[in-house]
């Protein structure tokens, strides 16, 4: 329905086209069936073709606007993404040879690193995204370093729902062990 119009334009700009070249009284004038009393000049017939010509131009104008246009332009514009935050936390492990734990975060695209040790036992940090809430994968690393200089890893991933303001813990379970996060009150 929506190329109605362009196509009306083109109907008529063919009608418009006969009539303004085939106004003579003539033998293919009367095959046509075309009759105009009176005389018809080369101007009058001049006026028909140029109508004719304009019409054909605006119909294949309208046919090209109707084309071109992105698919799903008829729905209205989403509202904008919003921000959110998502807050990180990790602890030391209660384990005494570890004394050093480095966690790389990566939740959607975004990644943060989160470093504890015995000064500094807690450690949290903020992701930011731009979007919806809902449910977005994520991976955990985490390195240990022991008392006699040697390093142990851990990881994991799986998915968390995202929303403003949420806080997850860096945690780790199962056997055999598995980074994780989980979500906090």
Partial sequence: ???????????????????????????????????????????????????AALCLVLSVAGFYLLTSRPSGSDNPPSPPAQEMTLKLTTSMPQDEEVVQQTDVVTVGGAQVTLSVNGDNPDVSDVIHFEGDPGDM????????????????????????????????????????????LKKTA
Avoid at 1 to 8: L, S, V
Avoid at 148 to 162: H, L
Wanted: aromatic share 8%; hydrophobic share 50%.
């Fill in 1 to 51: 329905m929506e190329y109605a119009a362009p196509t009306a334009g083109l109907i008529i700009a063919a009608v418009l086209f006969v009539i303004g070249v085939l106004s003579v009284n003539d033998l293919a004038a009367r095959d046509f069936k075309i009759t105009i009393s009176g005389k018809v000049g080369p101007f009058q017939r001049g006026v028909l073709v140029a109508a």
């Fill in 137 to 180: 994968n994520y991976r955990v690393d985490i390195t240990f370093v022991l008392t006699n200089g040697e390093k142990r890893a851990v990881s994991g991933s799986g998915t968390i729902f995202v929303d403003n303001g949420l806080t997850y813990k860096v945690d780790i379970e199962g056997d055999p062990l598995k980074a994780v």
